[in-house]
């Protein structure tokens, strides 16, 4: 059977084929505000999305696109996308012998924030001085 030619599918499939849980799912799990099925119905697939229950469970891949354009506004990931994001890069940092998190595991920033208490990325954007680190243009 030929792969089909389209991203999307070839990544709702591989998902569903390796047990990838729905993003319904993992919302519930990490106790994270799920979306609900008029949100995930909304826009120009929500109709589609209907069609294939994905309103009531799902595929974790749609779920991450979907909810970062109801909670991030289409600018950044929601919250189910940003959780798995950070804690792959925080997992990678503590089982990298070198990282200077797993040498230093108790180690809080102290740099200044916006909101005392809390250190983004954005503070150390700033900090820094450079708030657009990537530029302009992407070659």
Avoid: C
Wanted: cysteine-free; overall charge positive.
């Amino acid at each position: 059977m030929p792969q089909p030619s389209s991203l999307a599918v070839r990544n709702l499939r591989r998902g569903r084929s390796v047990g990838l849980p729905s993003g319904q799912s993992v919302a519930r799990f990490l106790k994270l505000k799920r979306l609900t099925r008029a949100e995930i119905s909304t826009g120009p697939d929500g109709k589609v999305a209907a069609k294939h229950k994905f309103d009531i469970e799902s595929p974790l891949w749609y779920y991450i696109l979907k909810e970062a354009q109801i909670q991030g506004q289409g600018q950044r990931l929601g919250q189910v996308g940003s959780r798995i994001i950070a804690e792959v890069f925080v997992g990678l940092l503590e089982e990298d012998s070198s990282s200077f998190l797993a040498i230093n595991p108790e180690w809080k920033p102290i740099l200044p924030a916006k909101t005392s208490g809390t250190f983004t990325i954005v503070d150390l954007l700033k900090f820094v001085g450079d708030i657009n680190p990537i530029g302009d243009a992407i070659s």
